[in-house]
């Protein structure tokens, strides 16, 4: 596509539901992130894709997250048994490759657990 | 580990008036670095990166930035703005053995005044 697609664009869920994000990245793009943006504060990392595969997990803050791409495409990011503090958006990038390459970001997803 | 630190969190300034956004990074290696913007109900987007050579680097919208290695800082900085350049921008800095993930400032928000 012609730019970074994120579904859904809002989502509101109840505590203790889980929520499935989706990034559609640029096509041929081998290197997708996900980020997330809390009110007031910068972007922290959560983990990022090379093709299918996940070299950095590190920034997952529990085990309720998770991650996967399949095809070199589509990314999915899980949030199980959601809390209060998993609001934010959501924000995936992608780029040509992992490197000096800027990143092109998506409008993300922005989570709201009530 | 790398660190990224955006001095100043807002910075109001009159329209035509120049600007400089400062941004001073910690890495033990070599990096790039990264300048975004996020336009008010709008995605990041990339503004211009340092990868190399010249210090001085140019980007979109007559923003340029400066790479100093022995001050470890990347400011960006604009000779006049206006109105439409009222944004939150984030500083970035990638590299080393972890050139996958980016370490985000936590953003500084221009607003530019008639």
């Known amino acids: 596509g012609a730019g970074v697609s994120q579904s859904p664009s809002n989502k509101v869920t109840e505590k203790g539901k889980d929520v499935e994000l989706r990034c559609d990245p640029i096509?041929?793009?081998?290197?997708l992130y996900w980020y997330r943006q809390s009110l007031g504060q910068g972007l922290e990392f959560l983990i990022y894709?090379?093709?299918?595969?996940?070299?950095?997990k590190s920034g997952l803050p529990s085990d309720r997250f998770s991650a996967e791409r399949t095809g070199g495409s589509v990314s999915t990011l899980t949030i199980q048994r959601t809390q209060q503090e998993d609001s934010a958006v959501y924000l995936c990038?992608?780029?040509?490759?992992?490197?000096?390459?800027?990143?092109?970001f998506g409008s993300g997803t922005r989570l709201t657990v009530v | 580990a790398q660190s990224v630190t955006q001095l100043d969190s807002q910075v109001p300034v009159f329209e035509e008036a120049p600007v400089e956004l400062r941004c001073n990074y910690s890495s033990s290696v070599s990096v790039y670095l990264f300048w975004y913007v996020q336009y008010p109900n709008q995605g990041l987007q990339l503004l211009l990166k340092?990868?190399?050579?010249?210090?001085l680097v140019k980007g979109i919208n007559g923003f340029e930035a400066e790479f100093n290695k022995s001050q470890t800082s990347f400011h960006l900085r604009k000779p006049s703005v206006h109105i439409s350049d009222t944004a939150e921008y984030f500083c970035a800095v990638r590299g080393g053995t972890n050139a996958g993930k980016s370490t985000f400032g936590d953003g500084t928000t221009l607003t530019v005044k008639p």
């Open positions: 340092y990868l190399s050579g010249s210090t």
């Open positions: 894709f090379q093709g299918n595969s996940a070299p950095d």
């Open positions: 096509s041929g793009h081998t290197a």
């Open positions: 990038a992608s780029s040509l490759e992992v490197g000096n390459y800027g990143y092109t």
